[in-house]
T-cell receptor, first 116, second 111 residues
Framework: NAGVMQNPRHLVRRRGQEARLRCSPMKGHSHVYWYRQLPEEGLKFMVYLQKENIIDESGMPKERFSAEFPKEGPSILRIQQVVRGDSAAYFC??????????????FGPGTRLTVL | KQEVTQIPAALSVPEGENLVLNCSFTDSAIYNLQWFRQDPGKGLTSLLLIQSSQREQTSGRLNASLDKSSGRSTLYIAASQPGDSATYLCAVPAGANNLFFGTGTRLTVIP
């Protein structure tokens, strides 16, 4: 059973370009979470999705950031018109559909975004 | 508002020593607490998950305890090895099933 997969592992963009980060959850997992780790800071929650639904996006910046988890295919975190401050490691995690959220989350290796 | 603090921020120990990492949280209304390990440039690996009804969990040389009333958890690592060098993060549930992470402890085990 493959773990959580993220691609690309490293992404370089110039200011103003778009960044698209992909996450394929573990097999059988229908819950996906995105976290951001800024340089020298801890991980911060961004968004929690289930298939075709955004459950909690309280950690998402109000502008330029969006996320989706379609019925088919990976979850996508999209950052439009990137700025230098978006440079960070973006981690995806997944968990099975366990009521009450008592199960652990499994993390992918992350995508390291560098904005020039 | 939940705050999760880990002390110390960094720790260096010689190989073979036993050590304790600390995690404190301000809102004790949690239903579990997790300890993760993060290697440089890598993702997170879940080490231990303690449910609120439990006081401790053990996995190999690792033992994690949870005291909700005092808002504290500890991760005990026995007989440390150079391969244990990593950043250790504790996390508690927040909101709709997401995790709130501590600031981390960077551990270096010197051969």
């Amino acid at each position: 059973n493959a773990g959580v997969m993220q691609n690309p592992r490293h992404l370089v963009r110039r200011r103003g370009q778009e960044a698209r980060l992909r996450c394929s959850p573990m097999k059988g997992h229908s819950h996906v979470y995105w976290y951001r780790q800024l340089p020298e800071e801890g991980l911060k929650f961004m968004v929690y999705l289930q298939k075709e639904n955004i459950i909690d996006e309280s950690g998402m910046p109000k502008e330029r950031f969006s996320a989706e988890f379609p019925k088919e295919g990976p979850s996508i975190l999209r950052i439009q018109q990137v700025v230098r401050g978006d440079s960070a490691a973006y981690f995806c995690a997944s968990s099975p559909p366990v009521a009450g959220g008592t199960d652990t989350q499994y993390f992918g290796p992350g995508t390291r975004l560098t904005v020039l | 508002k939940q705050e999760v603090t880990q002390i110390p921020a960094a720790l260096s120990v010689p190989e073979g020593e036993n050590l304790v990492l600390n995690c404190s949280f301000t809102d004790s209304a949690i239903y579990n607490l997790q300890w993760f390990r993060q290697d440089p440039g890598k993702g997170l690996t879940s080490l231990l998950l303690i449910q609120s009804s439990q006081r401790e969990q053990t996995s190999g040389r690792l033992n994690a305890s949870l005291d909700k009333s005092s808002g504290r958890s500890t991760l005990y690592i026995a007989a440390s090895q150079p391969g244990d060098s990593a950043t250790y993060l504790c996390a508690v549930p927040a909101g709709a099933n997401n995790l709130f992470f501590g600031t981390g402890t960077r551990l270096t085990v010197i051969p």
